[in-house]
């Protein structure tokens, strides 16, 4: 797809990369093939991108308006990002586990833009796979048995006073109180392409309304094998300046924690989303 001198190139698995584009200088109608990319393709990537934080937030308010993460730190002079970071000593990363941003809100974030500041030497690569493509591969029975049901998400087991991240080295991030849950259909239409997709993940979903536990676990975790197969999944390599664009609503991610004793630092600015249906 070209729009005027953006080039949009679909990668293989999950996303598309944008070529001649600098987002502080991109037109109105730009942003808006930016954002139908998203929509439609999960995810994009820029490449070498020289934003400033303050041109990363300006060009994400285009996009749509920005919501502060209540769990991560915040760069310092500037709340709308948060601190995606692992120092040389730190063995716990953020991030590190299939999920997408935020299911356990009423009205999940859309999507996040995160830049890449600093970079390991290797590794640090992050995966995406796409869930328009995982809930298109599915039988149609499974289709139908799915789109009657819905999942409860929740975020107390990751960033509450017992959150996961307690037991690790980086406990900043658990031992909050403000941890919200939320129930969402287990496939959703998606709000701007009209797409539907599989919408729970391995991370924050708990299990299927009216189901006991064995049995949310069972197909839960059928889906969570099927829904990451090599065809489904793109794996990004981030250099500084590297920006990835994502759809939490048709995606999942997955940072890499593969290059201990080397800093790894990324700008996260989250974007609002709505209520799935
Ligand atoms: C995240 O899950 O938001 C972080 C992804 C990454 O650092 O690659």
């Not at 020289?50 to 041109?55: D, F, K, S």
């Not at 065809?231 to 300046?241: A, K, L």
Request: hydrophobic fraction near 40%; aromatic fraction near 10%; include cysteine.
């Amino acid at each position: 797809m070209t729009v005027s001198t953006l080039d949009i190139r679909p990668l293989r698995g999950c996303g598309a990369l944008i070529e001649g584009l600098d987002p502080n200088r991109a037109s109105d109608r730009e942003v808006d093939a930016v954002r139908e990319a998203v929509f439609h393709r999960g995810v994009v990537f820029f490449r070498e991108t020289a934003l400033t934080p303050e041109q990363q937030i300006a060009f994400a308010r285009r996009l749509a308006p920005i919501v502060v993460n209540r769990y991560f730190p915040k760069t310092e002079r500037h709340p709308e990002i948060a601190k995606v970071e692992k120092a040389e000593a730190q063995t716990s990363n953020i991030g590190g586990g299939w999920h997408t941003d935020h299911s356990y809100d009423a009205a999940p974030a859309m999507g996040s833009v995160l830049l890449a500041v600093e970079t390991p030497p290797t590794g640090g690569d992050t995966l995406f796979a796409d869930m328009y493509a995982a809930y298109d591969a599915l039988s149609d029975g499974l289709k139908a048995t799915l789109e009657t049901l819905q999942a409860h998400h929740a975020s107390a087991h990751v960033f509450g006073t017992e959150g996961v991240y307690g037991k690790t080295d980086r406990p900043e991030l658990a031992g909050h109180a403000d941890t919200p849950e939320a129930i969402h259909p287990m496939v959703i239409r998606h709000p701007g392409s009209g797409r539907r997709a599989l919408y729970v993940n391995p991370a924050f979903t708990t299990g299927i309304v009216g189901w006991s536990r064995e049995e949310s676990f069972a197909l839960l975790g059928w889906l969570y094998q099927h829904a990451v197969k090599p065809q489904f999944v793109h794996r990004f390599s981030w250099r500084p300046g590297s920006m990835a664009i994502w759809d939490n609503r048709c995606t999942w991610h997955n940072a890499m924690n593969d290059y201990q004793g080397h800093r790894r630092l990324m700008h996260r600015i989250t974007l609002d989303g709505v209520a799935l249906g």
